[in-house]
């Protein structure tokens, strides 16, 4: 029996010694998809955390850009990958807008949210020959313009266009006497700002400041709850016509919903250890992209929220479909 019991003990002991050990996520590479072109703020910030997130998790983090449809080609591709936490992506604000343009039954609630990093509030710019010298006199302008004559540059549902409609309309202006002239993104709004082809557009001080310090454009209100530090020039939409106004682009890293428990605990943890280096503050501060740090469930109902509020304005302004 004594024997047996040595024998059985021996045979089990091998097993386990030949047993291979589960394999530590993550054991391969990483791909964090950008929605958005190379050069452009969400790719430059995407970078930024792709390159920390690999020194956490100790694996590279490739990143890969898929633009097109105002980023929906790229939260498309990262909505259908497999959700087992090597491919995650870069969701901006426009996640929330394309049910409700019709372009896609995509909402936040596809998505396991992993960290919230960067907000940055739209700006209300002019060309800097402009009559303009404040949002306040914009908004007296277009209420008293029987004609809608003022032409307001915007891509089609995007955060900007969100961000201004919405701004204007609490401001009491009948959104309706606007011409809204089509753009393909930011750059070819302040180009097209610049030539005067339209009477102002909205981006985010980051976005506008190369052109701020040119001389051919100017800053008038920022849509954020206070001021901004890089740019404290700039005043409010409060200070300027006394209504409480936030809209802007959000960034996050998310990925496709359907992630473990532990593969999400793991992903939040290194990105709360990126968001809290140093260096990731010192990268984004040197661009003027302001930080917003939300982790996990707290990232999810801002998300929602977005969705819900962008819905609201473009409801009001006939974009609905």
């Known amino acids: 029996m004594m024997i047996r019991k040595r024998v059985l003990s021996f045979m089990v002991a091998a097993a ?16 964090l998809i950008v929605p958005y072109g190379a050069g452009g703020g969400t790719d430059f910030t995407g970078r930024v955390v792709a390159s920390l ?32 936490g090597y491919t995650l992506g870069v969701v901006t604000f426009e996640l929330g807008t394309y049910k409700w343009l019709g372009t896609s039954g995509m909402t936040p609630t596809d998505f396991d949210a992993v960290a919230l990093y960067n907000f940055d509030a739209s700006a209300v710019n002019v060309a800097a020959d402009s009559k303009f010298e404040s949002f306040k006199q914009i908004v007296e302008a277009i209420k008293a313009d029987p004609r809608g004559t003022y032409k307001i540059g915007a891509p089609p549902g ?4 969100a961000a201004l409609a919405g701004a204007l309309l609490a401001a009491g202006v009948d959104t309706s006497k606007i011409v809204w002239v089509p753009v393909k993104g930011g750059a070819d709004a302040m180009t097209e700002l610049a030539a005067g082809g339209i009477d102002m557009t909205a981006t985010s001080l980051p976005e506008s400041q190369p052109m701020r310090e040119a001389g051919q454009v100017k ?13 404290p020039d700039v005043p409010t939409v409060r200070e300027e016509v006394g209504v409480d106004w936030t809209g802007g682009t959000w960034r996050g890293i998310a990925a496709p919903v359907g992630l473990s428990e532990d593969v999400k605990a793991d992903l939040v943890k290194a990105m709360q250890e990126v968001l809290e280096d140093p260096r990731f503050a010192e990268q984004m501060n040197s661009r003027g992209f302001r930080l917003k740090p939300l982790y996990g469930q707290d990232f999810s109902h801002w998300m929602e929220q977005s969705y819900e509020s962008t819905g609201e304005t473009f409801k009001k302004i006939g974009l609905t479909k």
């Open 219 to 231: 800053a008038l209100a920022v849509l954020s709850d206070a001021r901004y530090e890089a740019f």
């Open 158 to 161: 995007g955060n900007s266009h």
């Open 53 to 84: 997130l690999e020194e956490k998790l100790g694996q590279p983090v490739n990143v890969i850009n898929r633009t097109g449809a105002i980023g929906l080609v790229g939260h498309t591709e990262i909505v259908n990958a497999e959700p087992d």
């Open 16 to 31: 386990l010694l030949m047993t291979p050990a589960l394999a530590e996520y993550p054991e391969r590479p990483l791909t």
